[in-house]
């Protein structure tokens, strides 16, 4: 069973920075994009940055030069580097993927996790 565990919430100042990892784990045989989502409350969940199993990089126009999302495909995992942070960015970040099983390939998300921009 395919699982993606998300670490590295938490309560930050504005401005301070945080680092978002999520690993995959399971029977995988190949992943393609990786992402980040978020969702604040009361709004819909809206996509972060989005990463190729080539390292071609997509990012919302609101973190652009703020967040940086890279992977490491040896462990399968993904991470968000976020920097300046506002007190906007607060909300839960999800981590998703597109996996090739050895029988099929879906969309897996993350459970979550919180971050908070606040003084």
């Known amino acids: 069973q395919v699982q993606l565990v998300e670490s590295g919430g938490g309560l930050v100042q504005p401005g301070g920075s945080l680092r978002l990892s999520c690993a995959a784990s399971?029977?995988?045989?190949?992943?393609?994009?990786m992402g980040w989502y978020r969702q604040a409350p009361g709004k819909q969940r809206e996509l972060v940055a989005s990463?190729?199993?080539?390292?071609?990089?997509d990012y919302a126009d609101s973190v652009k030069g703020r967040f940086t999302i890279s992977r490491d495909n040896s462990k399968n995992t993904v991470y968000l580097e976020m920097d300046s942070l506002k007190s906007e960015d607060t909300a839960v970040y999800y981590c998703?993927?597109?996996?090739?099983?050895?029988?099929?390939?879906?969309?897996?998300w993350g459970q979550g996790t919180q971050v908070t921009v606040s003084s």
């Open positions: 990463i190729t199993r080539g390292s071609i990089t």
């Open positions: 998703t993927a597109d996996i090739q099983l050895l029988d099929r390939r879906r969309d897996y």
């Open positions: 399971g029977i995988i045989f190949t992943i393609w994009s």
